[in-house]
């Protein structure tokens, strides 16, 4: 029995949603994004009320975003100690809020296919990237999964990134999911004996920016960064020591953790200008233990090597009342404090709570064990002297300068950009993943990193609890990746260079001219503008 229009739309819809997960890791699974959207776009070309195309696009966001932020029932449930069924519905919750995005995004697609059908192809892309972009800054901000990132392996197409940042990757591939769908839509008129024309202007565009896509991307692979000319390295130790999330801050397991600690890090410290611990390793305030502080600082002077490592710092408002900041603390060889770099973007509902008086108190069980934090002020460049980077390569000026950011910090690129702008050589990024689990979360936070390196074209080590610990190069390479949930210790070799690309220097320009584009492309739609290309339905479709 023929299923009725409205019902079929639903399902059609649907599969965007069930596949839009596959994408990204651990499914891995990049190529599908170049056509996980044509189901959708198939969907809205029914006719139908506008409100309709909204409800598709949510359901299809909805479904997808339930699929790729699952594990944040892990990190509620049985790390923050919230009930199974409220976890479930804090993450149905965030999922409908993501979903909206693509359910707007739904909506301005049949919109401008009706009011500008020959300019809707480039509509799309311009509008899915504000969308984007809003979601990076809106509510604090959740970029997680962004469609570009699912790209994160294909080595030439990334390339693009260090103009255009992330966002010109997803305007890529929405471009591409348009012309798809158009073509398809296409061929099925042309079976039913209409008299649509073939969408060239779309399959143009789409060709023209693929191939200078690919060709940048080929030319950049190729092309010598200037640390290699320049001959500028620095070898780097990194330790996984995979401290269980239920005994990281129990007492009972304090030296334990520390003896591990220890353990790992004269395997990592040998030849090596740097030691990194993760995010939070140290289970004490470091500045206020004294004899525990002692015993990082002893660990430090008998391996002669540089250490760096997360851990809590307490602070007071005037009023006296404390609050935390999570930080990241560099030791010299000697053990002397040579700086600290505070975490500034906090994750919500997981270091501080938004709008604490006015919420459910029972997400103050989000923020479990030590309190809420506080954000850091600044992105402070760190420094290890020339003298203490034996093991490097560095001749131009005598010191390595590195940036830190810590955990949800390395998805923002903006926040990334800060540091190289400011004079950083190479990047770190400090993590705790154990909230995650067994789950997807961990790569796909390893994989956004990836991104980082190649818009700023800074190599990266990252330093993560249970993993993934590894180093990526400035050109997206990752050069090595640890597993999750197992001790790691291991050394690495990475780049250093001060090259400024043209997203360190001019930041969201390309995002910004998307939103430009699309506030012009509305303006028009509403000006009346109905027939400026050969193809596509210039009439209001109508439904029940």
């Given at each position: ?63 997808a ?67 984007e ?27 693009i ?8 990757l ?18 099925l ?28 991307g ?80 002893d ?48 994750v ?36 290890l ?10 001749p ?136 400026l ?12």
């Open positions: 029995m023929p299923q009725p229009p409205a019902i079929r739309s639903v399902i059609v819809a649907a599969i965007t949603g069930l596949l839009y997960p596959l994408c990204f890791p651990d499914f891995d699974l990049g190529s599908l994004a170049w056509m996980v959207l044509v189901p959708l776009h198939l969907a809205l070309a029914q006719p139908a009320p506008p409100r309709r195309s909204f409800w598709l696009g949510w359901l299809a966001g909805t479904l975003f339930a699929g790729i932020m699952f594990w944040v029932i892990t990190a509620m449930h049985q790390y923050g100690k919230v009930p199974l069924a409220i976890s479930v519905l804090l993450m149905l919750l965030l999922a409908t809020y993501l979903g909206l995005f693509l359910a707007v995004y739904a909506l301005g697609w049949v919109w401008f296919k009706r009011r500008l059908p020959a300019l809707a192809f480039l509509a799309a892309p311009c509008l899915w990237v504000t969308l972009w809003l979601r990076t800054y809106l509510f604090s901000g959740l970029p997680w999964a962004l469609l570009g990132y699912s790209q994160y392996q294909w080595l030439p197409v990334i390339q990134a260090d103009i255009t940042s992330v966002y010109g997803s305007f890529l591939v929405i471009l591409v999911n348009v012309s798809i769908a158009e073509l398809i839509l296409w061929g008129a042309k079976r039913q004996a209409q008299s649509d024309p073939l969408p060239w202007p779309a399959l143009a565009a789409t060709v023209a920016a693929m191939a200078v896509t690919l060709a940048y080929h030319w950049r692979l190729a092309s010598p960064a200037p640390a290699t000319q320049d001959r500028r390295s620095i070898a780097v130790g990194l330790v996984q020591a995979n401290i269980d999330q239920a005994q990281k801050w129990d007492a009972a397991y304090r030296q334990a953790t520390i003896d591990r600690y220890a353990r790992l890090t004269v395997q990592a410290a040998s030849g090596v200008d740097l030691v990194i611990w993760p995010e939070a390793a140290t289970p004490f305030l470091f500045e206020r233990e004294k004899d525990y502080k002692l015993e990082v600082m660990l430090v002077r008998s391996r002669r090597v540089p250490l760096l490592f997360g851990s809590p710092a307490l602070r007071y408002y005037p009023n006296g009342r404390p609050y935390l900041l999570n930080s990241a603390y560099l030791l010299s060889h000697d053990g002397i404090l040579l700086g600290r770099y505070d975490k500034r973007h906090l919500p509902f997981g270091e501080y709570i938004p709008l604490h008086s006015s919420l459910l108190f029972f997400l103050d069980k989000l923020v479990e064990g030590i309190g809420d934090f506080e954000a850091g002020a600044q992105a402070t460049v760190l420094s002297p020339s003298q203490q980077t034996q093991f490097s390569s560095n131009s000026n005598g010191k390595a300068a590195f940036g830190v950011v810590i955990c949800y910090e390395v998805i923002f690129p903006n926040l990334v950009r800060e540091f190289a702008a400011n004079g950083a050589d190479f990047m770190v990024t400090i993590t705790n993943d154990a909230w995650f689990g067994k789950s997807a979360a961990a790569y796909q936070h390893f994989g956004m990193v990836v991104l980082r390196a190649v818009e700023n074209r800074r190599a990266f080590a990252r330093a993560a609890n249970t993993g993934i610990s590894g180093f990526i190069d400035p050109q997206g390479r990752i050069l090595r990746a640890s597993p999750i949930f197992e001790e790691a210790a291991f050394t690495g070799t990475i780049p250093l260079d001060r090259t400024l690309t043209f997203y360190t220097n001019y930041g969201d320009v390309f995002a910004y001219a998307c939103v430009i584009i699309t506030g012009l492309f509305a303006w028009l739609s509403r000006q009346g503008t109905r027939r290309g050969p193809y596509g339905s210039t009439k209001p479709a109508t439904g029940r």
